[in-house]
């Protein structure tokens, strides 16, 4: 197979005339694509992948590592036992065209405690 590098811009201009089907095959085959690569397939993982390096590439910062799996509420560990719950979210508010308003997907008890990490 000849590989050649493909920009985004020229995927992203070639998605919206895929046929549905096709689009429904090339989601399945990104997923696999991930899944071979060991990355990330939903927000929830990549959001703790991205904060654990993140942790662990910043001075001052504990190290942190995934808790193990079904550990109910808690994404990381840091090297003394403190337990971090990580959130991923893509967009805070959709539109309520019902109520004519906003609907913000988070508390704002939890926005208050949260800090925020954008990657740069």
Avoid: H
Wanted: glycine letters at 6%; a positive charge; charged letters at 20%.
């Amino acid at each position: 197979m000849n590989a050649r590098a493909i920009a985004i811009s020229e995927i992203q201009e070639q998605l919206p005339v895929l046929a549905d089907l096709d689009l429904l095959r090339l989601r399945a085959r990104i997923a696999a694509e991930l899944k071979r690569r060991g990355l990330a397939s939903n927000i929830g993982q990549a959001a703790e992948s991205l904060v654990i390096a993140f942790y662990n590439g910043t001075s001052g910062r504990p190290n942190l590592q995934l808790a193990p799996t079904g550990t109910q509420n808690v994404d990381a560990l840091s090297r003394r036992g403190d337990r971090y719950s990580i959130k991923g979210v893509l967009d805070r508010r959709s539109w309520d065209s019902r109520m004519n308003a906003w609907y913000v997907s988070l508390a704002a008890k939890t926005l208050a405690r949260s800090t925020l990490f954008a990657p740069g």
